[in-house]
């Protein structure tokens, strides 16, 4: 089956600073997702981005497809942004059977 | 609009003990999954529906089993229960359309489930 990587595991970051998460998938997909889930467990959709970019508010992300990678960029950081960021990417059935990266746990100090 | 609901919220089963985890939504969408998280690690895919009347499996189906009751519920069974199965259960919906492009995936607040 597909195999989902995602780095870095961990990331500390003061608030204000800049970061990049990074996506990496071994077989072509159709369907590629962000995720966060909050400190609290609950899963909030960031983007649907199977390839190409795009940008909401301070995050952004992009998925170049024919090298099998995603990146997530979030800019001027804040505490609230703590959490573990999540990348999924399917294939069957129009890329509904989706398979879960290990996710980044970033945590955001004040 | 309540998105996803999951009941329960929290349970503690007994090994060889069954019971159902329900997944209800209200926005109308036509596919809708099943998850399990465990600590410290991703989500885990163990059934979806892509539309009312149809299933299949995931990654990880082996001791489960799932009824798509109608289109909004979407219900988890277990038929005996392990301590393999502690986790804590996500239900998601999404609709997606055909060759186009795909809604994202909601997610409900999740069921702990402990198995002694």
């Known amino acids: 089956g597909i195999q989902v990587e995602q780095s870095p595991p961990d990331l500390i970051l003061q608030e204000g600073a800049n970061s990049t998460l990074r996506c990496n998938f071994s077989d072509s997909v159709n369907n590629l997702q962000w995720f966060h889930q909050n400190p609290w467990g609950q899963l909030i959709n960031l983007f649907y981005i199977p390839s190409g970019t795009k940008q909401n508010g301070r995050l952004s992300a992009t998925t170049v497809a024919t090298e099998r990678y995603s990146l997530l960029y979030i800019s001027s950081s804040q505490t609230t942004d703590s959490g573990v960021y999540f990348c999924a990417v399917g294939r069957d059935n129009y890329g509904q059977n989706f398979v879960f990266g290990p996710g980044t746990r970033l945590s955001v100090l004040p | 609009n309540a998105g996803v609901t999951q009941t329960p919220k929290f349970q503690v089963l007994k090994t060889g003990q069954s019971m159902t985890l329900q997944c209800a939504q209200d926005m109308n969408h036509n596919s809708m999954y099943w998850y399990r998280q465990d600590p410290g690690m991703g989500l885990r895919l163990i059934y979806y529906?892509?539309?009312?009347?149809?299933?299949d499996k995931g990654e990880v189906p082996n001791g489960y089993n799932v009824s798509r009751l109608n289109k909004r519920e979407f219900s988890l069974r277990l038929e005996s229960a392990a301590p393999s199965q502690t986790s804590v259960y996500f239900c998601?919906?999404?609709?997606?359309?055909?060759?186009?492009?795909?809604?994202?995936?909601?997610f409900g607040p999740g069921t702990r489930l402990l198995v002694l």
């Open positions: 998601a919906s999404s609709d997606p359309v055909t060759g186009l492009t795909t809604d994202p995936q909601y």
């Open positions: 529906s892509a539309s009312e009347g149809t299933t």
